[in-house]
């Protein structure tokens, strides 16, 4: 089993320059892969672990508002029985004075509809919440709701006593009074907040308080109606008060600040005291409650007087909670929600400063990559031509910053290839220097060859007229053609030197003299066949440099064909008034491949291999091509061989005065002309 210290030595390996790197770092560096899939990789850790710790917070701050939320809903149910509470009581209380009057008098169908559309608002906050919150009071709550239809028919009437009526109501009121007392426990337990529990503390002491307060009212509504007490009324007074004081001192004891300033603020004791003597009065009287001046308006006035103050404190004590609630509510989603936007803000400033800093590296490498390609594909070609056709002294050698003035580790990047731009350019400068040097030896050499070559030629005509003798006549001759093939290669030195030729003509050539010139300037001259030659007129500037470019060509033609074929030239005027000079041998031909490549060369492109034919044959006929504007293009021939043709442009040929000699009709069937 391998140590601990084996175990940490694997983890790591040598690396250049001996320095320990740890293993795999290279895939876990992203080595060679985009830079914004590396700038990615970068910020993607930091914007995960920023965007959990902020979801975080948003969850928790919804989590926080969700509550709240249910909290609401119950203190509505709440607010809801406790209206349900009152409108029940108040129907009850108003039929109390049927025992002596026609219902009918009385207008008890406003409170019906009253209490219905209470009923109807109970429902609908009860919904909102799960009914087994409440257990079973929510059915008891619906049952006694049904039973109102024929409660209010028999309610107060011979066949269902005060008593009785107010016991049948009860079934009704008391579930309703649970669900809203378990409702508003559920609202403070979940809002968790003290501002609310001092609120409604003993909010359903007062409730059950006003409740005995209610049935007080209705009791004494009917005794003094009916001017007398039925057996059990009296005993069912006392009781009701007693639970009123009761209930009332246990709010007392457990109401918070709010709720009791509330109840001073009311006058809810004086009103109560009022009341207790009232009844004291009642039950005091056994004889006619008119003689003794009780009436049931002044009892109304007394007992409604209590009972709306009870009720005032009771409703500004559940709407103070339910305000208090939806203010928590309210405030913990803004806080939800500003949590979420700052969240969002902060995420979305992370991701435009990733952006913005990963975007301008980004832009500042393809803008130092388009910079590069600029000097590598345009400027730096563009100087080493300008080098290559004039004097470094009269070319434009500044070297132009790739990356402007920027600093930071791109800008070192850019400084550095700068230094390679500037030092390709002084490499290039001297070359053409050192070009320049070799090429005015090289102009100086062959001029003077050319000079001695065009002497000797002189002293060999000279002897060719003076010879009689056939034998040394034909030495003569091909001492003569030695020499003109001599001066050739002279004057190939001379353009590759940039030189003038040293020959000049002052008046134009025909294109019959001219094509013949360069076939006396070819080795194998004897294979050569003038086919047709337009009688046209060659420029002065253009005679000698066609010449060679001919020459050239007719060397190759020759060359790599096969020994003893006959290689043909001809010529021909076209529309626009140029001519068409073709060549055609009967060699193996080239592939297309390397007539592209040839093609290529001959239109201009570097890379001639100036050491290797015919190479050096081509490179001389762009070379003389180039400065006249001559088209020069190698096709293959229909059957076999090559065809290489020469198009002179229509400003430098013109018709001849007169009729060439070799001007002879058009061949039939030789195929269409190639095209350049």
Avoid at 41 to 52: F, L
Avoid at 229 to 250: H, I, M, N, P, W
Avoid at 416 to 440: G, P, Y
Avoid at 483 to 507: F, H, I, K, N
């Amino acid at each position: 089993m391998e140590s601990i210290r084996d175990q940490v030595r694997n983890l790591f390996r040598r690396g250049r320059h001996g320095r320990l790197t740890l293993r795999g770092y290279g895939a876990f560096a992203l080595h060679g892969r985009p830079l914004p899939l590396r700038i990615a990789a970068v910020m993607a850790p930091m914007t995960v672990v920023a965007v959990a710790f902020g979801w975080l917070t948003v969850v928790n701050a919804v989590d926080l508002a969700r509550p709240l939320d249910e909290a609401e809903r119950y203190a509505e149910v709440s607010t809801a029985s406790l209206t349900l509470v009152e409108k029940l009581q108040d129907e009850r209380d108003r039929a109390a004075r049927a025992v002596d009057v026609d219902r009918d008098e009385l207008g008890l169908d406003a409170a019906f509809a009253a209490t219905e559309d209470a009923i109807e608002a109970f429902e609908t906050a009860l919904a909102q919440v799960p009914e087994s919150a409440f257990g079973a009071q929510v059915a008891r709550a619906r049952a006694g709701l049904a039973e109102l239809g024929g409660l209010r028919d028999a309610a107060f009437r011979p066949r269902l006593s005060p008593l009785a009526t107010i016991d049948a109501y009860s079934k009704a009121i008391l579930p309703v009074i649970h669900i809203g007392s378990g409702a508003d426990s559920q609202a403070v337990r979940l809002s968790g907040s003290p501002a609310v529990v001092a609120r409604t503390a003993g909010l359903y002491d007062l409730v059950l308080a006003a409740g005995a307060a209610s049935q007080r009212r209705a009791l004494v509504t009917a005794m003094l109606a009916r001017d007398w007490a039925e057996t059990g009324e009296r005993d069912a007074l006392v009781v009701s008060g007693f639970q009123s004081r009761v209930e009332l001192d246990a709010f007392q004891a457990i109401a918070g600040a709010p709720a009791r300033t509330l109840y001073e603020r009311a006058g809810v004791a004086p009103a109560t005291r009022s009341e207790d003597a009232y009844v004291r009065r009642v039950l005091g009287n056994d004889d006619s409650y008119a003689d003794a001046g009780l009436s049931v308006t002044a009892w109304l006035d007394v007992s409604n007087q209590q009972l709306t103050r009870l009720r005032l404190v009771i409703g500004q004590s559940a709407r103070g909670g339910l305000d208090q609630i939806r203010d928590l509510r309210i405030a913990a989603w803004q806080a939800a929600a500003g949590n979420t936007a700052l969240f969002a803000a902060a995420a979305a400033f992370a991701v435009i400063i990733a952006l913005a800093v990963g975007g301008g590296i980004v832009r500042d490498l393809r803008r130092l990559r388009r910079g590069m390609l600029r000097v590598a594909n345009d400027r730096l070609p563009r100087t080493v031509r300008s080098l290559s056709e004039y004097p470094p002294e009269l070319v434009d050698l500044t070297i132009r910053p790739v990356g402007g003035d920027t600093r930071d580790e791109i800008g070192q990047v850019a400084d550095a290839f700068d230094t390679v731009h500037r030092e390709a350019v002084r490499l290039a400068a001297a070359q053409a220097r050192m070009r320049t040097t070799a090429n005015a030896v090289i102009g100086t050499v062959a001029g003077r060859a050319q000079k001695l070559v065009g002497e000797q030629l002189a002293v060999i005509s000279e002897l060719e007229r003076d010879q009689i003798d056939p034998i040394k006549l034909d030495g003569l001759f091909r001492l003569d053609h030695l020499a003109t093939r001599m001066r050739r290669y002279g004057e190939v030195l001379l353009v590759l030197a940039d030189d003038d030729p040293g020959r000049r003509r002052t008046e134009p050539a025909l294109l019959a003299d001219v094509v013949q010139a360069a076939v006396g300037e070819i080795e194998q001259y004897v294979r050569i066949e003038l086919l047709y030659l337009p009688a046209v007129s060659v420029a002065p500037g253009l005679v000698v440099d066609l010449a060679h470019l001919l020459a050239e060509l007719l060397d190759n033609a020759v060359a790599y064909s096969d020994p003893g074929s006959v290689v043909h030239v001809f010529a021909s005027r076209q529309r626009d008034g140029q001519v068409l000079v073709e060549i055609h041998d009967d060699g193996p031909g080239v592939p297309a491949e390397t007539l592209d490549q040839l093609n290529t060369r001959l239109t201009g492109a570097p890379g001639l291999l100036l050491g290797k034919e015919p190479q050096l044959g081509l490179f001389i006929v762009r070379l003389l091509a180039s400065r006249h504007g001559v088209r020069v293009r190698l096709s293959s021939g229909e059957q076999r061989g090559t065809v290489a043709s020469v198009l002179l442009p229509a400003s430098f040929v013109a018709p001849a005065p007169s009729a060439s000699a070799y001007e002879l009709p058009e061949p039939v069937g030789f195929g269409p002309q190639a095209k350049v």
